[in-house]
Nanobody, 125 residues
Framework: EVQLVESGGGLVQPGGSLRLACTASGDTSKTMNMAWFRQGSGKEREGVAAINVRTGNVDYDYSLRSRFTISQDKVKNTLYLQMNRLKPEDTAMYYC??????????????????WGQGTQVTVSS
């Protein structure tokens, strides 16, 4: 079983930056993709960014790619999300997820079978 633990969320002013981290443990040897999702109050969970942990290839929600960057540290088994120029509409619970399968869209929540508990990001002045 894979365990995912997110950290790094908090309150930030508009225009500010945050870096989220997700540390994976357990049987991660079969992991193919990891991703960040977010869910705002009253909204559906949406894909933010994803990475193939073997190749390093990445994918982003088109509207976020200019401000968000996904990366990984294989030695630390940690996934990161650098978020810049944050806006109030970025306020949401941010979740880390992973999967072993190689098929399926990278930014669709239902294709991931391991999830963290989430970390809250609030962008407000």
């Amino acid at each position: 079983e894979v365990q995912l633990v997110e950290s790094g969320g908090g309150l930030v002013q508009p225009g500010g930056s945050l870096r989220l981290a997700c540390t994976a443990s357990g049987d991660t040897s079969k992991t193919m993709n990891m991703a960040w999702f977010r869910q705002g109050s009253g909204k559906e969970r949406e894909g933010v960014a994803a990475i193939n942990v073997r190749t390093g290839n990445v994918d982003y929600d088109y509207s976020l790619r200019s401000r968000f960057t996904i990366s990984q540290d294989k030695v630390k088994n940690t996934l990161y999300l650098q978020m810049n120029r944050l806006k109030p509409e970025d306020t949401a619970m941010y979740y880390c997820a992973s999967r072993e399968q190689i098929w399926g869209p990278w930014l669709t929540p239902s294709y991931y079978n391991h999830w963290g508990q989430g970390t809250q990001v609030t962008v407000s002045s």
